[in-house]
């Protein structure tokens, strides 16, 4: 928890327990743990190599928006629309990668193959795995970004090694991603599952380039990356979705329990494994959160 | 008396030696189709070990599921889950979806390459199989002969390619419409073309 957020809390206690003294005593305590804080400038806590990758990631970021801000010069119409976009989310990367620089939350970054970024709760780790590339880093620090900001949350289940996604993961999130990936590559390379239709169309009007490798989709312009597209990304035709079992609709800690429900159908073990489906369907998760993890603290959200 | 105890020595380590290569006769990773129901997974299956295997895909993380099983000869019965992480801590899920699909079901051992779930007859391909033969990409059948290899890619631009080839035919199946059809050729789909090639001008 951020020194902020306990700041708040302790205040709130003091307000709700109505006691003056109780209230002047914790804003003091309080105001030297915040002195102190600001005293120690930001509070690094990335993993010494990982730090290392940072500081290369920034360095692109700036080439990148320098040479896109070349380009832009030369283009016209939708391809200088499509550029202004990728700089715009290439600064807002650089702006977010402070934020998770000044996290209390460690962050450390490992090359996998297989790309994600899941939360350790006993250590309070991050960990974003990339598949050594610039643009797939990028992808899973937007992931890190949405963790710090509440807009996904995970959830500590019984018997299960690691946290699993909780219920403000959705679509939206993983559009974010793509699109944070697309501004640094300039091209998207997704296995899409197509409809029967669209691949007898694609068939009929001899378009396909690949040959046999159908199912490929290559995205050369940022607002070609939808839900609808994300939903359909796999690794092999016709194999089932995880996605799909997530929210279309944008979740936050600030959804009410009714929208977190209706947007979670699919993982309904989840709202009545932790019994939501029989709460006030307009109270804000973040309110139910706080109270269920006073007594069983296994969802982890920032707020 | 001797060769009778011999001939019953040799018979026992015969079919100790049989019994041995009957239960390490299933070591291999099995791939099925999937769909709406199941999402991409496999099975492992190691003596008396079976293993489901859900990939990872965006947050969610690869899932490991270990069931406690009986292997006979030609049968795999899935008992239940085994459960060797703390189940002390964590918010408890019930009726988890995919574990309840294999928990209390049977796999029929058809041959060490191909295993059927009994309940819901949906056929297990031995991986190193299906990715030795076409990996993950789908099978074209024109005029019923198939295209699978590189050189074949050239054979289906020119059928592509509305010049030089008239499509009279075109279907396009996958999952267990596919299976039901062509077996493993079936597993990531089937386009079925029918045509005849122009005559050059």
Do not use: W
């Not at chain 1, 780790?125 to 610039?134: H, R, W």
């Not at chain 1, 090694?161 to 390379?189: F, I, W």
């Not at chain 1, 607002?223 to 936050?252: C, H, N, Q």
């Not at chain 2, 928990?103 to 990715?131: A, M, Q």
């Amino acid at each position: 928890m951020s020194i902020i957020q306990e700041f708040k809390n302790n205040i709130s206690s003091a307000l709700f327990s109505g006691s003056s003294g109780s209230l002047g005593s914790q804003l003091q305590l309080l105001q030297s743990r915040l002195d102190s804080y600001e005293s120690s400038g930001i509070v690094d806590k990335i993993e010494p190599r990982s730090k290392t990758k940072l500081e290369e990631l920034k360095r692109r970021l700036k080439q990148k928006i320098n040479t896109l801000n070349i380009h832009i010069e030369k283009s016209k119409g939708a391809k200088k629309k499509d550029l202004e976009a990728r700089i715009k989310e290439l600064k807002e990367a650089l702006e977010e990668i402070k934020l998770i620089e000044r996290s209390q939350t460690e962050y450390e970054f490992r090359v996998s193959d297989t790309p994600d970024f899941s939360y350790e709760d006993v250590a309070d780790k991050g960990i974003v795995f990339y598949d050594s590339t610039l643009g797939s880093l990028l992808n899973e620090l937007k992931h890190a970004f949405q963790f710090e900001t509440g807009k996904i949350d995970f959830i500590k289940v019984s018997g299960e090694p690691e946290n699993l996604p909780g219920l403000l993961y959705d679509l939206g999130d993983e559009v974010e991603t793509y699109k944070r990936q697309y501004a640094y590559d300039g091209v998207l390379k997704l296995r899409v599952v197509m409809t029967e239709e669209e691949m007898l169309n694609q068939l009929k009007s001899g378009k396909i380039k690949n040959g046999l490798g159908l199912g490929t989709l290559e995205i050369k312009k940022m607002k070609k990356i939808t839900a609808d597209v994300i939903v359909r990304v796999e690794d092999s035709l016709g194999s089932g979705s995880l996605y799909s079992s997530i929210s279309r609709k944008s979740l936050d800690v600030h959804s009410s329990l009714g929208s977190i429900k209706k947007g979670n159908r699919q993982r309904s073990n989840f709202i009545t494994g932790l019994g939501i489906d029989k709460l006030d369907k307009n109270e804000p998760y973040i309110d139910f959160v706080k109270v269920f993890i006073k007594d069983t603290p296994f969802i982890y959200v920032k707020y | 008396m001797l060769n009778i105890k011999k001939s019953i020595l040799i018979c026992l380590i015969l079919n100790s030696f049989l019994g041995l290569s009957q239960e390490s006769f299933i070591k291999n990773t099995y791939t099925t189709y999937s769909d709406e129901s199941l999402p991409e997974h496999s099975l492992f299956i190691e003596n008396s070990r079976v293993l489901l295997k859900v990939y990872s895909k965006g947050l969610f993380p690869e899932k490991n599921i270990n069931f406690i099983s009986k292997i006979t000869k030609d049968t795999i019965c899935i008992l239940g889950e085994e459960k060797d992480v703390d189940q002390t801590k964590g918010i408890k899920l019930n009726n988890d979806k995919l574990v309840s699909k294999f928990v209390n079901t049977r796999f029929y051992i058809k041959s060490k390459n191909l295993i059927v779930h009994v309940e819901t007859e949906r056929p297990y391909f031995n991986k190193t199989v299906v990715d030795s033969i076409f990996g993950n990409q789908i099978i074209y059948l024109v005029d019923g002969k198939i295209l699978k290899s590189e050189k074949d890619s050239i054979v289906l631009k020119d059928i592509l390619d509305k010049k030089k080839f008239k499509i009279q035919k075109l279907k396009m199946l996958k999952g267990e419409k596919a299976i039901k059809s062509y077996g493993i050729l079936g597993l990531n789909g089937i386009v079925e073309i029918k045509g005849r090639y122009r005559r050059c001008q």
